[in-house]
């Protein structure tokens, strides 16, 4: 009788480690799907930001091909052109940067 009250302790005491252990998994399981949304939301910004990027050098390329030519007035055209895109270029360095840094 005594054997049987030892043994009925125990699984009291093993169904109390077994609860503990499944609400840990479970803490941890939520956890890990936090991390996993935060990486998604990331991913995504970062897709965005990058298509956002090639559609900006998309147009660039579009304007310095209509720009090119030997006419003088359009050369002049296209320094100024280079100029404004050389500082898009920066704005969108620094925009990557910080990104980067997120």
Do not use: P
């Given at each position: 009788?005594?054997?049987?009250?030892?043994?009925?302790?125990?699984?009291?005491?093993?169904?109390?480690?077994?609860?503990?252990?499944?609400?840990?998994?479970?803490?941890?399981?939520?956890v890990?799907?936090?991390?996993?949304?935060?990486?998604?939301r990331?991913?995504?910004?970062?897709?965005?930001?990058?298509?956002?990027?090639?559609?900006?050098?998309?147009?660039?390329r579009?304007?310095?091909?209509?720009?090119?030519?030997?006419?003088?007035?359009?050369?002049?055209?296209?320094?100024?052109?280079?100029?404004?895109?050389y500082?898009?270029c920066?704005?969108?360095?620094?925009?990557?940067?910080?990104?980067k840094?997120?």
């Amino acid at each position: 009788m005594e054997e049987l009250r030892l043994r009925d302790k125990k699984i009291v005491r093993l169904d109390k480690v077994d609860q503990n252990f499944n609400s840990r998994v479970q803490q941890i399981e939520q956890v890990h799907q936090q991390q996993l949304e935060d990486l998604r939301r990331q991913m995504n910004k970062e897709r965005s930001a990058k298509l956002d990027a090639f559609e900006k050098l998309d147009a660039m390329r579009v304007e310095m091909k209509t720009l090119e030519g030997k006419d003088s007035v359009k050369n002049d055209l296209w320094k100024d052109k280079c100029k404004e895109l050389y500082d898009i270029c920066r704005e969108l360095e620094q925009e990557n940067d910080g990104l980067k840094t997120q």
